[in-house]
């Protein structure tokens, strides 16, 4: 494996929830490639999380989301999902729902996904990114509304 020095890196990692559905893709040319992941993307200078998690969305599929809320906080090695490469993320997983629930999501960075299907949290498509993964083994589930660490 390459050792990279540096520090990890922050994301932000939108569960956008649609009856017991989730938006996910199938990543592409980036970490975690051929992974499948909700929306996410990394935090920029000076954004709140709630404000990456607005920003990526609508970048990535077009959609207008709200009630924007903080699940939990996650730290990852991506040794899996990158064999070459010690890919190092702090990944805040947080949850929202669509603005106008008739929105349809597009897949405007198809460079980076191979495009946006809803799909039932009783039958998520597999290989899980790493931090999504680990999180489920921790009894993640942004769907129960107590769900806050
Ligand atoms: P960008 O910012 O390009 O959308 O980043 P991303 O989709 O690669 O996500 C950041 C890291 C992942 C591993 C959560
Ligand atoms: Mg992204």
Redesign the pocket.
Known sequence: MEKKVGFP?I???VFILKGNKLLMGK?RD???HSYF?V????LEFGESFEECAAR?VK??TGLNIMKIEILKVTN?L?LD?EPNLA?H?V?ILVRSVLADPNQIPQNL?PQ??DGWEWYDWENLPEPL???FRNAIKEGFNPFQDNFKE
């Open positions: 890196k994301a932000v990692a990543r980036c970490v975690a992941s929306p996410s993307g990394h990526e970048e990535e990852n991506f999902d890919a993320y990944v960075e980076k996904c990114i790493t931090h």
